[in-house]
């Protein structure tokens, strides 16, 4: 049984950073595709960065200009999302969804409906 598990959220100024985690159990990273989305209150969920753990690539929606980068540690099973140079439009849940078996692909990695597992989301609040 997969499970998706997000961690890290939580208050921060702006200009600050945080450190998103994504563990995911039942799941080898060997193949397929993880993906972070946020959704702020009253607007749709929007994908911002995937990470194919087989392959290590990434890739991010242009919106965030570097200032969002992914990493991995097999041996935990975890994907992070380090933030920095947060801005008060950062603020939204974020959440971390799973596909098994598909790498990544820019054509598709910021579209939910591509992934099959999710986790219940972590609040990030950024004040200004």
């Known amino acids: 049984q997969v499970q998706v598990v997000e961690s890290g959220g939580g208050p921060v100024q702006a200009g600050g950073s945080l450190r998103l985690s994504c563990s995911i159990s039942g799941y080898t990273f060997t193949r397929g595709c993880v993906g972070w989305f946020r959704q702020a209150p009253g607007k749709e969920r929007e994908g911002i960065a995937a990470?194919?753990?087989?392959?290590?690539?990434?890739m991010y929606d242009d919106s965030l200009k570097g200032r969002f980068t992914l990493s991995q540690d097999d041996a935990k099973n975890t994907v992070y999302l380090q933030m920095s140079n947060l801005k008060p439009e950062d603020t939204a849940t974020y959440y971390c969804?799973?596909?098994?078996?598909?790498?990544?692909?820019?054509?598709?990695?910021?579209?939910?409906?591509?992934?099959?597992?999710w986790g219940q989301g972590t609040q990030v609040t950024v004040s200004s």
């Open positions: 969804a799973a596909e098994l078996l598909v790498p990544c692909n820019r054509g598709w990695f910021n579209k939910a409906a591509e992934y099959v597992y």
């Open positions: 990470i194919a753990p087989g392959a290590r690539g990434t």
